[in-house]
């Protein structure tokens, strides 16, 4: 789901299927007026579909994260640090939390590089989903992804995990 989907009646993700968004787009956006039914064995997941890690992000050895007071994608954790979003990530180079606990919508930031330029975690995507009911007897994730193993030393930070925001009613 790469842009906003509106399903009038139910949705149901059947064993064997996934439900997903390309790495960096931020449009899964479900809208569903009946429920929303993810069987056993069927998925919706955005695990690596978030930030990228260092050195791919394009800030050298750090990873890529959102910054709440430009509001724009910066340089974010540092080698060997883990990605940020809700939380700070591990170690002493690890970028600062963003997002809003509450009412989640950002992609989980990417971990710094590991030694001899060995890819960190790339962040976990997002997902929105408003819908009269849901039912979920598989998984909805939006894992970061661990860090590739170090060179000769040591791996890079794991990658933040994202967002998954649910609307029912009570």
């Known amino acids: 789901v790469n842009e906003a ?33 993810v ?7 955005v695990d690596g579909a978030g930030f990228r890690p260092g050195p791919i992000a394009g800030f050298g050895d750090n990873g890529a994260t ?8 910066v340089s974010g ?3 060997q640090c883990g990605g940020s979003h809700g939380g700070r990530g591990a170690g002493g180079g690890a970028a600062l939390a963003f997002d809003d606990a509450d009412l989640p919508d950002l992609f989980g930031g990417g971990g710094g590089e590991g030694t001899c330029n060995s890819l960190g975690g790339q962040g976990g995507g997002r997902i929105s989903i408003r819908a009269a009911a849901m039912i979920v007897n598989g998984f909805v994730t939006a894992n970061g992804n661990g860090a590739a193993a170090g060179g000769g030393g040591a791996a890079g930070g794991g990658g933040a995990g994202g967002s ?6 009570t």
């Open 77 to 79: 954790s540092t080698p």
């Open 66 to 73: 959102y910054s709440p007071v430009t509001l724009q994608v």
């Open 5 to 37: 989907l509106s399903v009038q009646g139910d949705l149901t993700v059947l064993a064997g299927g996934n439900v997903t968004h390309l790495e960096l787009d931020d449009g899964f956006d479900l809208d569903v007026s009946g429920t929303v039914d």
């Open 164 to 169: 998954i925001r649910i609307d029912v009613p």
């Open 39 to 45: 069987r056993l064995g069927a998925s919706m997941r």
